[in-house]
């Protein structure tokens, strides 16, 4: 079983930053590839990103690419989000999510994940 815990999220104004941070709990973290997805109100969640097990290969939704980084740092068990230039349409609840089965290294499919966190709210706002 694992455990992952967000967090990091709240309310900045359009154009800042916010860096979100998914502890897993758990050993073999390294063994996990690692994604972000959000959900905004009425509407289904959505990839954001991926990395791969060891870091090597990451993606992106068009939306957000260049403007937000994903990064994992498997000695510390705990993903990273960083979101810069922020705007009022990322406004959502943020997921983090870990794949211990599949075998591709950067999978953007809801149904890929095994396990996921409880979510952490970003706000935009004009």
């Known amino acids: 079983q694992v455990q992952l815990v967000e967090s990091g999220g709240g309310s900045v104004q359009a154009g800042g930053s916010l860096r979100l941070s998914c502890a897993a709990s758990g050993r073999m973290f390294s063994s996990y590839a690692m994604g972000w997805f959000r959900q905004a109100p009425g509407k289904e969640r959505e990839f954001v990103a991926a990395?791969?097990?060891?870091?090597?290969?990451?993606s992106y939704a068009d939306s957000v690419k260049g403007r937000f980084t994903i990064s994992r740092d498997n000695a510390k068990n705990t993903a990273f989000l960083q979101m810069n230039s922020l705007k009022p349409e990322d406004t959502a609840i943020y997921y983090c999510?870990?794949?211990?089965?599949?075998?591709?290294?950067?999978?953007?499919?809801?149904?890929?994940?095994?396990?996921w966190g409880q979510g952490a709210q970003v706000t935009v706002s004009i």
């Open positions: 990395i791969s097990r060891i870091g090597g290969s990451t």
């Open positions: 999510a870990a794949d211990m089965t599949t075998p591709r290294a950067t999978p953007r499919e809801k149904y890929a994940y095994d396990y």
